[in-house]
């Protein structure tokens, strides 16, 4: 996962958020460093099916006049020695302020297959002592994971059919195309 | 004085089945704060930390065994076992009502029934959702004052209200074997029973504000969801608005309470936090998304807050605080994983077992490393809380974003 990228539109930034994972915490019940789909970090406490779930946000974007963008971050992509890269902390106010930034239509952003990263020298890094080929490390995509991920995610939507919107999968597919 | 009848006919109901020694209003008034503490005290539920370097803050110690929120134990119990989904255990309601109704049946002999009428939400707005908890703990009515709104204008708003979220809470033996966290949506009631943990006991939270209340979002066409609220001020004074979801243990609280960078201090950056956990989310009238925090204040997880992670909440609990489960030092000061200093050299850990700086438990794990993993602490609001945190209709959301906390991709 890049630092930052911005989804397509609403439905593709529900697909993203749908898609999140992360590892098991000391605030649950069970084993530490476990991977688990956590789609908006609602999985265990959404009060109801999680196919309706989806369908819900999808349902809302209609109704907002100009939906917000939706934004993905990662503060936590580690170097080859396992030392994370990005400093993270008070500096993640540097992708925040990208972030206002594009929502304003102020800051430029280029496409890749997950979403619209950062142009050079967009993001503010003044004062940040990050080399370079860091900063590359930090906005790598890796196709052949990539792959094997948007496979895994659909397996994992799977589990809500027949709840499940169709936009989702189309949004699925979409990603696997861009690749 | 309480004239709602529904009310008073459930809370006569529950007294029936749980058979308390006394009931006791909580009306959330300093004088009867200050008289639980000092019974809480007595009682041994709560320890007074040094009053000098810790002043008006509290320890608690939660049984062994009940140290997280059970996932496995929690339950959806909707009619329909398709409305709760893969997504969440189910129980049928007339099964869980009467599996619950054994173990609350007498579970409050020789205690007191504490009724906390409360409020998620600031008052008068359209958010908000009033709710009653009954409890047999003290350290839930303390945790339940300052993470809801509890003042004689909720009461008073109970009179006008028909609907309300009932629910019930009881240690009852703190049986993890009879530990259940039973939620029936459809008739907007949340059963706790046999845990005395955080999550699992402090009804308004994850139980009300996130799981019941996606529930009633969807029926009434708002997003109920586990999100942080932020307002970032530019030099010019705008303040545009995140709402932020991540996973637990990726940084949430630290990202709602950053302190900026002195290359954007120095420009007149701001951050204003809104909420670190929970927030309600509608379409307001000029069709725009806008969000605010149901909570009164924070509740986090201590080990790794320190003036480097995260400074504001580091200030913040110096005082008023309610600390459970962290590493309780010989002058009665607290002290976590990863905190603020070198640790102490001896203490009380979380089981209540004697604690030696290096100390190896009989799994030859350093037992300093047992203790990270149950520390909660809750964090009093006085952070810098924006102000439309408590007014409403909220503050206009700018911008949803996601974090995976993943790091193998």
Redesign the interface.
């Known amino acids: 996962m890049p630092l930052v990228f911005e989804a397509y539109n609403w439905n593709h930034g529900v697909y993203v958020g749908a898609t999140m994972s992360s590892e098991l915490t000391a605030a649950q019940y069970g084993k530490l460093g476990i991977i688990r789909h956590d789609p908006m970090a609602m999985m265990p406490f959404c009060g109801y099916n999680m196919g309706d779930y989806f369908q819900h946000w999808l349902d809302m974007g209609r109704k907002i006049n100009d939906p917000p963008k939706i934004f993905h971050v990662n503060w936590f992509r580690k170097d080859s020695d396992g030392n994370f890269i990005w400093p993270g902390f008070g500096e993640n106010i540097r992708v925040l302020d990208w972030i206002i930034r594009r929502a304003k239509g102020s800051a430029d952003a280029v496409e890749t297959p997950l979403g619209l990263v950062p142009i050079a020298n967009e993001l503010n890094l003044e004062g940040l002592n990050l080399e370079s080929y860091a900063l590359k490390e930090l906005f790598d995509i890796y196709p052949h994971q990539w792959i094997d991920e948007i496979a895994e995610n659909r397996k994992f939507f799977n589990q809500f059919a027949p709840k499940l919107p169709q936009e989702l999968l189309l949004e699925n597919e979409a990603m696997l195309k861009r690749f | 004085m309480m004239k709602n009848r529904e009310l008073l006919n459930w809370v006569n109901q529950m007294e029936k089945m749980c058979r308390p020694d006394r009931v006791v209003w909580i009306d959330g008034s300093q004088e009867q704060k200050e008289k639980l503490e000092k019974e809480a005290e007595a009682a041994g539920e709560i320890i007074r930390l040094n009053q000098e370097k810790w002043p008006g803050c509290f320890y608690h110690r939660t049984a062994v065994n009940d140290v997280?929120?059970?996932?496995?134990l929690?339950y959806?119990c909707?009619r329909k076992e398709?409305?709760?989904?893969?997504?969440?255990n189910w129980m049928a309601p007339e099964d869980a009502y009467r599996k619950a109704s054994g173990y609350f049946d007498g579970s409050m002999k020789g205690r007191t029934m504490y009724v906390i009428p409360f409020m998620m939400g600031p008052p008068g707005s359209p958010f908000s959702k009033i709710g009653v908890e009954l409890t047999d703990s003290i350290y839930v009515v303390l945790n339940m004052l300052i993470m809801t709104r509890v003042n004689a204008e909720v009461v008073e708003e109970l009179n006008h209200v028909e609907d309300f979220t009932r629910g019930l809470h009881s240690k009852a033996d703190l049986d993890d074997q009879k530990r259940l966290i039973l939620?029936f949506?459809e008739d907007n009631t949340i059963w706790s029973v046999g845990s005395g943990y955080?999550?699992n006991v402090l009804l308004g939270k994850?139980c009300l504000s996130?799981?019941?209340?996606?529930?009633l979002?969807?029926q009434e066409?708002w997003?109920a969801?586990?999100?942080l609220i932020m307002g970032?001020e530019?030099p010019h004074g705008n303040i545009?608005y995140?709402a932020?979801?991540?996973?637990?243990?990726?940084?949430k609280t630290?990202?709602a309470m950053?302190?900026?960078?002195?290359?954007?201090r120095a420009q007149g950056?701001k951050?204003w936090t809104v909420g670190d956990d929970i927030a309600w989310i509608r379409?307001g009238d000029?069709?725009?998304?806008w969000a605010t925090n149901p909570e009164n204040g924070f509740f986090g997880?201590a080990?790794g807050t320190n003036s480097?992670?995260n400074p504001n909440a580091l200030t913040t609990i110096r005082s008023n605080t309610i600390f459970t489960n962290v590493l309780l030092t010989d002058d009665q000061g607290v002290w976590w994983e990863d905190g603020e200093g070198e640790p102490p050299a001896e203490g009380t850990a979380w089981d209540g077992k004697r604690w030696k700086h290096g100390l190896v438990d009989d799994k030859g794990k350093k037992y300093r490393e047992l203790i990270?993993?149950?520390?909660?602490l809750r964090l009093f609001p006085s952070a810098p809380l924006h102000p439309k945190s408590g007014i409403t209709p909220g503050a206009c959301?700018?911008?949803?974003?996601?974090?995976?906390?993943?790091?193998?991709?």
């Open positions: 997280a929120r059970t996932e496995h929690t959806i909707t398709v409305d709760a989904g893969s997504n969440n939620h949506p955080g999550g994850k996130l799981r019941i209340a996606s529930y979002g969807r066409g997003l969801e586990h999100m970032i530019d545009d995140i932020a979801a991540f996973p637990s243990a990726c940084g630290n990202l950053l302190i900026p960078p002195e290359i954007y950056y951050i379409i000029d069709g725009r998304l997880v080990p480097h992670s990270q993993i149950h520390d909660l959301l700018s911008l949803p974003l996601y974090s995976g906390g993943v790091v193998h991709l």
